[in-house]
């Protein structure tokens, strides 16, 4: 990692601010990139930190050829400083962390936000004590809805398709669907629709248009099964190596940037959507018109979602859970089960 670092640097594919006399060096790895609704956010607090006196080195996950699963290690082992990360897809080392937004628990953002306060406090706990890492900014994508190269009408048309997924919950809920979950991450998933690895993807309306995925898929089934939580995630050891003055200006970024990309997956999904589906659509932005079939959400499918949530869902997780960390249970109870009216019994 530290070769790969090193000739990344080397070629010029990492960002490097001008830095002060007493720059704080920083090496981060983001998964965004500059067609991305959530890039201007990242941007204007890189550029916050910069004037701050931080001598940030940036580099992108696919342009260093990592997978985005192993972000956390990354961090906790000191590779990098900061990395973005999904949160879902690096909860293979730790199922606890997952626990922030399971399937079907917050299918809306304003639920979610109430999720991720609840579960804040305890998930850093964790983090740090296990990984020696801190989430300085927990966001989501938006709502995580599905995208077909099949003509689909409702949940039960996906029974015996191969549906992308990218977290243990998301494939569970799959399985229950009578689907294939296949495990991809959000490179890899274009690729994979169009040679028909995949009949079917689930994404954010904002992350599938910019991906292009409508050039691979006919059909948009706008049912929200999760918000896909991300972080920025830091090094305790660096964070702890900041002045007072460092670390003040560090964190007011961190806060500001985490609200400006909550605004950005609450109000731009729509726009998105619209644009995938043939309605209106902006010119000049970030998205591309398609004329994807917009399939009207129903009811039954929305409390099927819930019920294999409850029955299914959160079952699994807390097994999992418990074999890792003796307790979590009652601790997801008591944080995110109290927010949403639910109880892992």
Sequence with gaps: MKLILSTALA???????????????????SQN??????????????????????????????????????????????????????????????????????IGVSTNMTDLAAAVEAYREVFNARLGEKFGVKAVAIWPFGPQVFLCNADISSLDDLDDLKVRSFTASMSTLLENLGATPVTLSFPEVYPALQRGVASCGVTSPTSSNTGKWPEVTTNLYPLSVSGSVQSHMVSLDWL???????????????????????????????????????GECPEGGIYTSYDMALVPVSDADKAKVAEISVTKVLPEWAEKCEASYPGCTAIWNETVGAARGLEIQ
């Design 33 to 102: 990139q500059e067609q991305r609704a959530q890039n201007p956010p990242e941007m204007a607090a890189m550029e916050a930190l910069s004037e701050a006196g931080f001598d940030i080195n940036r580099s992108e996950f696919q342009a260093l050829n990592i997978n985005l699963a192993d972000g956390l290690r990354l961090v906790s082992t000191g590779a990098f400083d900061m990395a973005t990360i999904q949160v879902g897809s690096v909860a293979k080392d730790d199922p606890f962390l997952e626990g922030i937004d399971l």
């Design 240 to 278: 702890n190596e900041l002045t007072d003055e460092q670390r003040t200006a560090f964190e007011a970024a961190m806060a500001e940037m985490e609200a400006a990309l909550w605004e950005t997956a609450i109000t731009t999904n729509g726009t998105a959507q619209s644009c995938s589906t043939g």
């Design 11 to 29: 070629t010029g594919m990492v960002m490097a601010g001008a830095p002060s006399v007493s720059a704080q060096a920083m090496q981060f790895v």
